[in-house]
């Protein structure tokens, strides 16, 4: 059995439906671009690309897409996530406005990393 199969449809909902949220978060904070960044930039091999791109542009072009890779049993489930804490790092001049955004990301890397209380919790900020 994948990973995948052994991830429970709750979870991969859970997960789904915090993706759809954070799109909508970065298109209301206005982050969310229209073109994507050259492929030359997309192609960094440091986390986060963090040499080529701005962490919004990276959840955009690299983070979300896998993820919906992911859902869809294109790639395997994740081990681990823990991007919250580069998050509130890159975040911490728009601190106030990106809370939701930031609360996302916290409830993507539990649900990620299996914590099944963050599911029932999405909703609830």
Same mark, same amino acid.
């Given at each position: 059995?994948?990973?995948?199969?052994?991830?429970?449809?709750?979870?991969?909902?859970?997960?789904?439906?915090?993706?759809?949220?954070?799109? *909508?978060?970065?298109?209301?904070?206005?982050? @969310?671009?229209?073109?994507?960044?050259?492929?030359?930039?997309?192609?960094?091999? =440091?986390?986060?690309? @963090?040499?080529?791109?701005?962490?919004? =542009?990276?959840? +955009? @072009?690299?983070? *979300?897409?896998?993820?919906?890779?992911?859902?869809?049993?294109?790639?395997? @489930?994740? +081990?681990?996530?823990?991007?919250?804490?580069?998050?509130?790092?890159?975040?911490?001049?728009?601190?106030?406005?990106?809370?939701?955004?930031?609360?996302?990301?916290?409830? *993507?890397?539990?649900?990620?990393?299996?914590?099944?209380?963050?599911?029932?919790?999405?909703?609830?900020?």
């Amino acid at each position: 059995m994948t990973e995948l199969q052994q991830t429970p449809g709750r979870q991969r909902r859970a997960v789904a439906e915090v993706l759809v949220r954070m799109q *909508l978060e970065l298109q209301r904070l206005e982050l @969310w671009e229209n073109a994507p960044p050259a492929q030359h930039r997309l192609n960094s091999a =440091q986390p986060f690309s @963090w040499d080529t791109l701005g962490f919004h =542009q990276w959840l +955009q @072009w690299r983070f *979300l897409p896998r993820m919906g890779d992911v859902l869809e049993g294109r790639e395997d @489930w994740p +081990q681990h996530c823990a991007i919250h804490p580069y998050a509130e790092e890159c975040l911490a001049a728009r601190q106030e406005d990106a809370q939701e955004l930031l609360f996302l990301i916290e409830t *993507l890397d539990q649900l990620v990393t299996g914590d099944r209380s963050a599911g029932a919790n999405a909703g609830e900020h």
